[in-house]
C-alpha cells in the first residue's frame, strides 16, 4: 500500500502565492515520477506539473514561469510552490506518484487533494 497525503491548501489573493506539499508513504521501493494534477469544478483533472526521479520537471502551459515542482527523493516528497496566482487556477490539487512497492510492483497513487481558492 501507497500512500500520498497533501497539505499546503487554502485561500489565496490574485497575485499571490501558496506552497503545496506531498508526503509518500508505505511500502516504496522506489519512485519514478510525482506530479500535481488539478481538477476544477465542472472541468476534468489536469496536468500541473510531473518531476522525474533525475529531477526533470515538465510544466503544462499555463503555468510554466508562475508554478515551480520540486522534489526530495530522501524524503519522498514533492512540492509545488505557485505564484502569481490567478482565479482561475482554483482547484483541487492532487498529488500523483509512480514507481515500485518493496514486492517489485508498479504502483501508481494519488492524494486525496487540497483545495486552492484565488479569489478576492
Known amino acids: 500500500q501507497v500512500q500520498l497525503v497533501e497539505s499546503g491548501g487554502g485561500l489565496v489573493l490574485p497575485g499571490g502565492s501558496l506552497r503545496l506539499s506531498c508526503a509518500a508513504s508505505g511500502s516504496i521501493l522506489s519512485i519514478n515520477v510525482m506530479g500535481w494534477y488539478r481538477q476544477a469544478p465542472g472541468k476534468e483533472r489536469e496536468l500541473v506539473a510531473t518531476i522525474t526521479s533525475s529531477d526533470i520537471a515538465t510544466y503544462a502551459d499555463s503555468m510554466k514561469g508562475r508554478f515551480t515542482i520540486s522534489r526530495d527523493s530522501a524524503k519522498k516528497t514533492v512540492t509545488l510552490q505557485m505564484n502569481s496566482l490567478k482565479p482561475e487556477d482554483t482547484a483541487v490539487y492532487y498529488c500523483?506518484?509512480?514507481?515500485?512497492?518493496?514486492?517489485?510492483?508498479?504502483?501508481?497513487?494519488w492524494g486525496q487533494g487540497t483545495l486552492v481558492t484565488v479569489s478576492s
Open positions: 500523483n506518484a509512480e514507481g515500485l512497492t518493496t514486492t517489485f510492483r508498479r504502483f501508481g497513487a
